[in-house]
């Protein structure tokens, strides 16, 4: 299980959520966001929304070992609001699976610390180049 800590940054937050795509830290990823986070994915141009929870539940079910690498973040903050953009690829079992962007909006509770408040991303063609 990953360490709970806060994070001190938006990116940094996002960047521990990410890597527990690959050990599959449920529970991690549960506690640094809101109980009512969503997710948008938008697949084969057509945008899918569920809870950020519905989503961390596929992956965790996943019986493939999978791996998200993220580059070139940006991150913006307005005082306690955050957004967090973001290149991703997807690999499963060692093999480039999805490639896109993702976007987080996060905010800091006066106690929590960043957590994430929503989720989107796009998935596109395996065409580009990704760094691993």
Avoid at 87 to 111: E, M, N, T
Avoid at 112 to 129: H, N
Wanted: aromatic content about 8%; charged content about 20%; some cysteine.
């Amino acid at each position: 299980m990953t360490s709970i800590t806060q994070h001190s940054s938006p990116v940094g937050l996002v960047k521990a959520f990410l890597a527990c795509v690959k050990t599959k830290d449920a529970a991690y990823m549960r506690q640094v966001i809101h109980p009512k986070a969503t997710a948008c994915l938008i697949r084969e141009n057509e945008p899918r929304f569920q809870t950020l929870n519905e989503a961390i539940d596929t992956l965790e079910k996943a019986e493939q070992e999978l791996m998200e690498v993220s580059w070139d973040e940006v991150e913006h903050i307005d005082g306690q609001y955050a957004t967090v953009w973001t290149k991703f690829s997807i690999h499963r079992d060692g093999v480039l699976h999805q490639l896109g962007s993702s976007s987080f909006s996060c905010w800091k509770g006066p106690s929590l610390g960043w957590i994430i408040l929503t989720m989107s991303d796009i998935a596109r063609q395996q065409t580009d180049p990704v760094p691993v």
